[in-house]
């Protein structure tokens, strides 16, 4: 993953950030604990990249993670990811993160069965709290056994991915992912 620009953008849960490169989106970046953090983290995960405003195909991107966040209907499965350097098992982990839709949640073992390695839980676990692409690749979407929560990597940890659950009319163990 290569990216020679990124960008800062307001969403519903925070300042994120998008990079992207000639393969296009390299990598995203949810919020952290303000925007001097989030564009911190920006240049640590992409050293090489200038801060720059987006092309139309990655603001394009940016508008639907926005309209997402907002609670809209918004397709981001046709956003093109640069997954150079990601491993042939996360990739598969991501592609299938990514067909689950909106509101929509699976199992880490659920995932672990769709790309052939039943009893491999744990690694997809692992996979997805490597996500380059959160949101895109929608790692919240994924839940522990039982319909738990399960953990979660980005700044807020678990009560950010409940908000962005919940901003998705997601359900959680029976219950609405807002209680």
């Known amino acids: 993953m290569t990216a020679s620009s990124f960008a800062l953008f307001d969403t519903a849960i925070g300042r994120c950030g998008i990079a992207w490169g000639e393969c296009g989106v390299a990598g995203v970046q949810l919020p952290e604990a303000g925007e001097a953090e989030t564009r911190a983290r920006m240049f640590h995960r ?11 195909v990655v603001q394009q991107a940016v508008e639907r993670i926005v309209a997402l966040l907002r609670g809209e209907a918004s397709d981001l499965s046709t956003v093109a990811l640069d997954m150079d350097g990601v491993p042939e098992f996360h990739r598969r982990v991501y592609d ?38 959160p949101i895109v690749v929608p790692c919240h979407r994924v839940l522990a056994a039982g319909g738990k929560i399960g953990g979660f990597s980005a700044q807020g940890g678990v009560a950010t991915k409940r908000r962005m659950l919940a901003i998705e009319s997601a359900w959680i163990n029976g219950d609405p992912a807002h209680q």
């Open 46 to 56: 992409f050293p090489a990249a200038g801060e720059t405003a987006p092309p139309p």
């Open 96 to 133: 299938t993160a990514r067909t689950i839709p909106p509101g929509g949640t699976l199992s880490y073992g659920d995932i672990a069965r769709r790309v052939g390695a039943p009893g491999a839980a744990r690694a997809v676990g692992q996979a997805l709290g490597r996500n380059p692409f």
